[in-house]
């Protein structure tokens, strides 16, 4: 049996990739999208049909985007059996209004479109706004994603807000480490792989149901420190890799030990959260950095469909 069928019998395989004619070989549960992997495709010559027939009719660059996302993730919705995740626009990261109605308007394009809202998650930023912007959906039953997230305090504020989703990003918070330590991590000793395991034991001991989904992996051997997780979603050419190995994978994070665990309670009201976040380097800075970088990506993405419009 080869890696990848051995990880899907601990853990959801999420395909995260924008380029949907690329995972339908890998048969992943849910599938995820950024700004990022939906510029890429949206580049890519043989989506350009797709493209033109999504912004038919649209009557403005924010129309018609919204339309490229909704295209993107109902295509991806015919090769998965589960969901699909579809972020807000990056700048609206601080804006807890602004996201509530960008998610619902999204919502309600797939609802037009034929997908239910149980089919879809709206990925949003894990600031502070975006938390309880998602607080609000979640109450409307518009699932949540939240991504972008780094540390225990952002997790935490998700679960207290029944938040149905939450992504930690190893691979980011790897980066981060070894560009300030200088130090290769490896297993169970990277910082990334470190940090869903204490949010998922978190979860778990304290009774959370937020659903926890590792991404952002480097290598595999970042998703095989990981196999129980909740879900990992993985790109393309690390699900090719985990497909291509046929080495033996163990479950590493089970749910039945969190219980008898040390873990203490994170307080986690505004002033606490913003002091946590402000106290860790790392988060501030990757939280920062990955709003500035889908920020611009969104930018990129308006020009390009401008383009279309002309």
């Not at 009557?59 to 996302?69: C, G, H, R, T, Y």
């Not at 993107?72 to 109605?101: C, H, M, W, Y």
């Not at 909740?230 to 890799?241: F, G, H, R, V, Y």
Request: hydrophobic fraction near 40%; glycine fraction near 6%; proline fraction near 2%.
């Amino acid at each position: 049996m080869n890696q990848l069928d051995q990880l899907k019998q601990f853990t959801k395989v999420v395909a995260d990739t924008g380029d949907f004619q690329s995972m339908a070989e890998y048969q992943p549960q849910d599938a995820t999208t950024n700004p990022s992997l939906i510029l890429a495709a949206v580049n890519d010559s043989k989506y350009e049909t797709l493209v033109k027939e999504a912004i038919s009719g649209a009557s403005n660059v924010d129309a018609a985007i919204d339309q490229v996302l909704i295209a993107f993730g109902n295509e991806i919705l015919k090769i998965v059996p589960g969901r699909v995740s579809t972020e807000t626009d990056a700048r609206l990261s601080f804006n807890t209004q602004g996201t509530i109605d960008k998610a619902r308007e999204l919502i309600a394009l797939y609802e037009k479109s034929g997908t239910p809202r149980e089919r879809v998650l709206i990925k949003i930023a894990s600031t502070w706004e975006g938390i309880r912007a998602a607080e609000v959906l979640q109450k409307e039953s518009i699932n949540c994603n939240l991504t972008l997230m780094f540390s225990l305090v952002q997790a935490v504020a998700c679960a207290e807000g029944n938040i149905k989703l939450v992504s930690p990003f190893v691979g980011r918070i790897y980066d981060w480490y070894k560009k300030d330590t200088g130090k290769e991590y490896v297993g169970a000793e990277d910082p990334g792989v470190q940090s869903v395991t204490e949010i998922f034991h978190y979860y778990k001991k304290f009774g959370h149901e937020t659903e926890v989904m590792g991404a952002s992996f480097r290598n595999t051997g970042q998703i095989i420190e990981l196999a129980g997780c909740d879900l990992l979603t993985i790109s393309p050419k690390l699900l090719e890799q985990l497909q291509n190995s046929e080495d033996s994978i163990e479950q590493k994070l089970d749910a039945a030990k969190s219980a008898s665990m040390d873990i203490a309670k994170v307080d986690c009201d505004e002033n606490s959260f913003r002091f946590l976040m402000n106290e860790d380097a790392m988060a501030t800075e990757k939280t920062a950095e990955g709003i500035r970088k889908f920020s611009a990506d969104i930018v990129k993405l308006e020009e390009l469909i401008a383009g279309y419009l002309g």
